[in-house]
């Protein structure tokens, strides 16, 4: 199978929207709970936005709750592709896409990757987490159309643990292998808002859950035949085995507070990795970090 690889580029990050067709119980935009009126963000302002910044940036990531969800979305995207930007992506819940024209036209758009949200291996636990009933098959319904098209983008999944979910992660490693995407990233659930901070009863211990975790790839034989690329995100070097640590990519280091201990010093991701973040301190300590 041709294998479509993760490089480095000059990325910006563009909010494009604050709209959500979900209602995670996790979501780190979940600020946004509160009744304000956001402004819209309008289709001149982006493109005037895009068009300054490809003079400095080779990549661009859109955000903004669901950006899918925007009626120009598709617009949007072709015109970041026609004036230049080297790659684009975005992160979906995936809903949109189980309309296979949506689907086909957001392939042939140019987008270089899109990152599809799973927050459960089934759909009992994933609608529960999102608040959304129906969120899974819709979900996976837009995975299967978007794996049909051959030669387009990445497909990329995001799956966030928590302790309401981590259960079902063996059978999502069957579902994603059966559909067929390029790459996975487990997350580990971080108290990064108001919807997560202090909640023991969502946030695990990162040493549990990456042993856990390790526990299901071994079992369903991951290793001897990866059927995706999988990273680790959310989850600290110092929690994994030596042979698991290249999967960790950065955590997020930017707009929060970070711990550093003795060991930090003289660990070989100290520059990618931003420490332990406080508000997971806060709950469970820092004695399980080490090197």
């Known amino acids: 199978m041709e294998q479509k690889t993760r490089e480095s580029y000059r990325t910006l990050f563009l909010n ?67 004036i230049g930007f080297k790659k684009i992506s975005f992160s979906t819940n995936g809903r949109r896409f189980n309309d296979p024209d949506f689907a086909r036209d957001v392939s042939a758009s140019g987008v270089d990757c899109i990152v599809f949200s799973i927050a459960g291996g089934d759909a009992e636990t994933h609608d529960s987490e999102t608040r959304a009933p129906g969120s899974f098959n819709e979900m996976v319904g837009g995975l299967r159309n978007m794996v049909k098209f051959s030669g387009g983008p990445v497909i990329s999944v995001s799956f966030t643990l928590n302790k309401g979910n981590y259960g079902t992660l ?87 507070t970070y711990i550093r201990i003795a060991a930090c010093s003289e660990c070989a991701h100290s520059e990618m990795c931003s420490g332990i973040l406080d508000t997971y301190a806060d709950i469970y300590g820092t004695e399980e970090f080490h090197l």
């Open 170 to 256: 063996e059978k999502a490693i069957d579902l994603l292998s059966e559909i067929g995407v390029d790459e996975v990233t487990l997350r580990n659930t971080y108290p990064l808002s108001h919807r997560t901070f202090g909640k023991e009863d969502l946030i695990m211990k990162m040493s549990d859950l990456s042993g856990y975790i390790i526990g299901v790839l071994e079992k369903r034989n991951f290793f001897a035949n990866p059927p995706f690329r999988l990273f680790l995100q959310e989850f600290l070097p110092c929690v994994l085995p030596l042979e698991m640590r290249r999967h960790f990519i950065a955590n997020r280091g930017e707009g929060n």
């Open 16 to 82: 494009i929207g604050y709209e959500c067709n979900n209602n995670c119980i996790f979501c780190y935009e979940g600020e946004t709970d509160s009744k304000v009126s956001y402004p819209k963000i309008s289709l001149e302002e982006i493109c005037q936005t895009l068009a300054a910044a490809v003079l400095e940036y080779e990549m661009v990531v859109f955000l903004g709750a669901e950006p899918t969800l925007r009626p120009d979305f598709v617009d949007i995207l072709r015109y970041a592709k026609d």
